[in-house]
């Protein structure tokens, strides 16, 4: 018989769970026709906003961190019913500028356009402090930097699809407790806290998007 602590408990988690759960989109729209990029894209949100997309007829680009962690993905999408010729998997590094840069001239080099980007990688409470090839914090570069860049530099190809054009950032709730952004200490060793890294980078990934929307 379950007491009365356990009965709250499971309550409680019910509740906390429906919480974080929220709304789910019921739509049925088609999007054949059309190109996809999403990023972080070979598990988790990543992963299912894939399978979404492919299902509804996109094609899509998955942008991976792990090539080998890609290949399962797409393995396993294709056993959920994904077109596996209209899912393309390239290397992403957030962490390098490099990487992005070599990821956009693999699309632009392939693509007239693009549709929909989700910007969906990132990292949580990275444990220690360090500092990327390119002389930036690690979650800073990888949540905030990184995406802004690739967001900039497919801006042609998300112009050229015109008013069709989504870009989607997932971003975390976080960013609500977030202080004032000093940009001069972002990239400092002293003070920084794992927490505060990441509720900086998701406001400024909130906030950047306001930027491409004007």
Not at 80 to 97: E, H, K, N, P, W
Not at 130 to 151: A, M, S, V
Request: charged residues 20%.
């Amino acid at each position: 018989k379950l007491g009365t602590p356990v009965i709250n408990v499971l309550i409680n988690k019910l509740i906390f769970s429906s919480y974080l759960k929220g709304k789910q989109y019921q739509g049925k729209e088609s999007a054949k026709g059309k190109v996809a990029i999403v990023t972080g894209a070979n598990c988790g949100i990543g992963k299912q906003i894939v399978r979404e997309l492919s299902q509804r007829g996109a094609k899509v680009y998955m942008g991976c961190r792990n090539l080998e962690a890609g290949q399962t993905a797409l393995a396993e999408l294709a056993k959920v019913g994904c077109c596996s010729t209209r899912l393309v998997l390239l290397q992403l590094d957030l962490c390098s500028f490099s990487s992005i840069k070599s990821f956009c001239d693999e699309v632009a080099a392939a693509e007239s356009k693009v549709d929909i980007l989700v910007n969906n990688a990132g990292v949580m409470f990275y444990p220690k402090f360090k500092i990327t090839e390119d002389g930036h914090e690690l979650t800073w570069q990888t949540n905030y930097l990184g995406h802004f860049l690739l967001t900039a530099s497919l801006l042609p190809l998300l112009e050229a699809a015109a008013d069709e054009a989504r870009v989607l950032n997932v971003s975390a709730r976080a960013h609500y407790y977030a202080g004032p952004i000093n940009l001069e200490k972002v990239d400092q060793r002293s003070g920084w806290d794992r927490l505060e890294a990441y509720k900086s980078s998701k406001l400024a990934q909130v906030r950047f998007l306001n930027i491409f929307k004007n």
